[in-house]
């Protein structure tokens, strides 16, 4: 059964840092591209993020260029976010998702980890 | 970046009744569309991919048409278990983005 688990939400100071993971198993996760969706409260899904099977390519939203992080350890099967510099409007359920390929989907989704950004 | 469009952004219904949701992209995106299907407190469920295959699992009674940029996701008869928030998504940029939703509910 394809699993995705995530972890390392909380709350944090405005301009904190969170480092969020999210454990694969269940499928070969180093074929997979895997993204990062958040969806803030009462609000909408937004992409995040994504990162190509092999670490090589990195693809960001424009809110977060230059603040989140994306990467892998396809050794760990595990997906990361690090996020700097949090803001308010940071503060969201992010889910890990696979997929992210151009034209592709998010078949799997994790259960969501939530990261609250307040003083 | 590719903006996308929802209509419209609730409604509600009866079980039994036909429901159609529109989506509508910025630009063209060709056939990378797809819609999900989010309860409350739940992750998102795909529904439906490439604009009108239905992913393993998912109820014949949903289905998705459209091409360019305008789609259709419609459920042929509604279901008690169909009263969730239904967002389209296009995969043709980097940049992932999702309409803003649907949300069905009883009337």
């Known amino acids: 059964e394809v699993q995705l688990v995530e972890s390392g939400g909380g709350l944090v100071q405005p301009g904190g840092s969170l480092r969020l993971s999210c454990a694969a198993s269940g499928f070969t996760f180093s074929d997979y591209w895997m993204s990062w969706v958040r969806q803030a409260p009462g609000k909408g899904l937004e992409w995040v993020a994504n990162i190509k099977e092999d670490g090589s390519e990195k693809n960001y939203v424009d809110s977060v260029k230059g603040r989140f992080t994306i990467s892998r350890d396809n050794t760990k099967n595990s997906l990361y976010l690090q996020m700097n510099s949090l803001r308010a409007e940071d503060t969201a359920v992010y889910y890990c998702a696979r997929g992210g390929i151009q034209c592709g989907q998010f078949r799997c989704w994790g259960q969501g980890t939530l990261v609250t950004v307040s003083s | 970046d590719i903006q996308m469009t929802q209509s419209p952004s609730s409604l509600s219904a009866s079980v039994g009744d036909r429901v159609t949701i529109t989506c509508r992209a910025s630009q063209s995106i060709n056939s990378c569309l797809n819609w999900y299907q989010q309860k409350s407190g739940k992750a998102p469920k795909l529904l439906i991919y490439?604009?009108?295959t239905l992913q393993s699992g998912v109820p014949s009674r949903f289905s998705g048409s459209g091409s360019g940029t305008d789609f259709t996701l419609t459920i042929s008869s509604l279901q008690p278990e169909d009263f969730a928030t239904y967002y389209c998504q296009q995969s043709y940029s980097t940049s992932f983005t999702f309409g803003p939703g649907t949300n069905v509910d009883i009337k």
């Open positions: 490439a604009v009108s």
